[in-house]
């Protein structure tokens, strides 16, 4: 276990450098927790008090909307979950996180994050760097809801996440780039047809 524990200290370490000291007291820190395929980690409606680094595997968050679930993120090795505006505001989520292959995770919690801060006060401004990119990935993929056609969201997929695009089903994959699965496979023909071929990947 130790290895894939490291991928956290690893994560931190090309965010800022850090003594040994400090990567110990974060393997020390870390509460690690396996996860079959299929367990949720937050359900709407719930009040998140937990955020996850994903060590391996994927969970997957989404939302029930029109009675349909539409898939709105999907975060893999080396992803933070969070639920940034449940968290700070104590208000119930709107969406669920479930683990979408047997997944290991990092729990963290804010009294293990203000333990750390205590002991190492730098960590705050660690903490701070991590979360400017976690929202600023956010942002950025919201963004191409606005500014970008369906196909051009599953071309940057493909260039950005081309593992994802093996991993989960294809009706997931629609709802994530915002169609129908019918239309996302009318979109992998037209690239066939361009010269663009879509990233092989499974149906279900």
Known sequence: MLPLK???VDYFRRIAPLSDEEARAILDSM??????KGTHLLMAGQVSTEAYFVLQGCVR?????????RSNGFFTEDDWVLSIHSMMNQTPADHFWVCAEDTTVVVGTEQREGDLY?????????????MQKVLAEQQEWFASYLRDTPEQRYLKLSKTRPGLLQRIPQYQLASYIGVKPESLSRIRKRLATRG??????RKA
């Open 6 to 8: 490291n991928r956290l």
């Open 196 to 201: 663009q071929p879509a990233t092989p990947r």
């Open 31 to 36: 509460a690690v927790k396996r996860c079959p």
């Open 118 to 130: 205590r002991r190492f006060p730098r960590f705050e401004s660690i903490s701070r760097q991590v």
């Open 61 to 69: 968050q989404y939302a029930i909307v029109d009675g349909e679930e």
